[in-house]
Structures are given as structure tokens and as C-alpha cells.
């Protein structure tokens, strides 16, 4: 079975700060995907990394797709209260039909 | 237009009852899910299928039984419901045919308590 750790579980920063959370697996993946969840709400996507080492900018938030395509990093530039929520990463395999996502880290920014 | 809407949003019942939730996506996808989130917000699938025919199986007890009368509606019909089936169930659909990268587009779930 795949399976996709990520830290922190829980993260509760103030506003401006920066943070990364971290998607960790020893299975390799064709590629991997961000999404996150708002409270009462589905995951959305956010970002979908293809290529090892593959950088990827969605203006504050920085993904990056390990060079070996195991894990993943997430890096919020100056959170604000607006990136609350559960952050969620998806390893890829084959097609969207073998999606396993990773165990979701949550996000409180507070001011 | 909601893309993927499943109903009902809230369901509370007894154990022992069967249940079920319905889905509808107007995306036009040939693939469709059901996923489950439990309380530590941990989302694993339960089922997929495309163009009616079910492709993923998890290891979900016979209890559940996905229905899907046509490529855009997937519905979920849970017999003799435990306390444990209580969770959010996602709906989910999305487009197959691309080597990776598919889009994956959520319902709004149903929280589901079992009493």
C-alpha cells in the first residue's frame, strides 16, 4: 500500500509568516498532486508537479516535486488568513484512477 | 452550476438503516468517485468508475454498493449502516485519458452520522 506522510499535522501561524509542509512517500509517483480543503467544502486543486525537481510558483505558494518523484514540498511566502485550511498532497499513478493522497496537514493563519 | 452535487449534504440515521447518497456531475467526465473522509480527515477512495463500469474496488465492505445509471451520476447505497460508516463522503469526477495530471473535482460532501 502507497502512503503519503506529511508534516506537520497541525500548523497555527500569525499572518506574514512562512511555512512549508512536506509530503513524504517511498513509492514513486508519475506525478503528484496539491490540493486543499476548506471546512465544509471538497478539496480543490491547487497544483499538479510532473517532472523531478519540478518548481512551480502559484503567487505566494511555492511546489516542488522531489528529484527522485517521492515526495513534495509546499512553501507559503507570507501567509494570511485566506490560506486556512487543510492542505492535502495526491501521488499520481498511471491516471487520476490511482490517486492516494497523503494524510493532510492543517493550516490556521490567524492575525 | 455546481459541477459535481451530491445530496443530501446532511444525513443523521439510525444504525441498522440503509442509506444512500446520490451524485450528479455536468462536466461531462467519463470517470466518476466516491471517497471517504474520516475524522482525522484522512480521504481515501472507495470506488471509481468509468463510462458505468467499475474500475477501482477498495476494500469496502459488501454493505456498500455504488449504482451508476449513466456516466454522470454515481449514487451510494450503504445496507444495515455501523457506527463506523459515520464519515464525509466525497463524490468526485474527472476525465481519464491523460497519462497524468488529471483534474480531480469534488463534490461538497455528505456528512453522514450514524446514531
Known amino acids: 500500500t502507497q502512503l503519503l506522510e506529511q508534516s506537520p499535522q497541525f500548523l497555527s501561524i500569525q499572518e506574514g509568516e512562512n511555512l512549508t509542509v512536506y509530503c513524504n512517500s517511498s513509492?514513486?509517483?508519475?506525478?503528484l498532486q496539491w490540493y486543499r480543503q476548506e471546512p465544509g467544502e471538497g478539496p480543490v486543486l491547487l497544483v499538479t508537479v510532473v517532472t523531478g525537481g519540478e518548481v512551480k510558483k502559484l503567487k505566494r505558494l511555492t511546489f516542488q516535486f522531489g528529484d527522485a518523484r517521492k515526495d513534495s514540498s509546499l512553501h507559503i511566502t507570507a501567509a494570511q488568513p485566506g490560506d486556512t485550511g487543510l492542505y492535502l498532497c495526491a501521488g499520481v499513478t498511471g491516471t487520476a484512477s490511482k490517486l492516494t493522497f497523503g494524510t493532510g496537514t492543517r493550516l490556521q493563519v490567524t492575525l | 452550476d455546481t459541477a459535481v452535487s451530491q445530496t443530501p449534504k446532511y444525513l443523521v440515521t439510525q444504525m441498522g438503516n440503509d442509506k444512500s447518497i446520490k451524485c450528479e456531475q455536468n462536466l461531462g467526465h467519463d470517470t466518476m468517485y466516491w471517497y471517504k473522509q474520516d475524522s482525522k480527515k484522512f480521504l481515501k477512495i472507495m470506488f471509481s468508475y468509468n463510462n458505468k463500469e467499475l474500475i477501482i474496488n477498495e476494500t469496502v465492505p459488501n454493505r456498500f454498493s455504488p449504482k451508476s445509471p449513466d456516466k454522470a451520476h454515481l449514487n451510494l447505497h450503504i445496507n444495515s449502516l455501523e457506527l463506523g460508516d459515520s464519515a464525509v463522503y466525497f463524490c468526485?469526477?474527472?476525465?481519464?485519458?491523460?497519462?497524468?495530471?488529471?483534474?480531480?473535482?469534488f463534490g461538497e460532501g455528505s456528512w453522514l452520522t450514524v446514531v
Open positions: 513509492s514513486v509517483f508519475s506525478s
Open positions: 468526485a469526477s474527472s476525465q481519464e485519458g491523460k497519462l497524468s495530471g488529471n483534474t480531480i473535482y
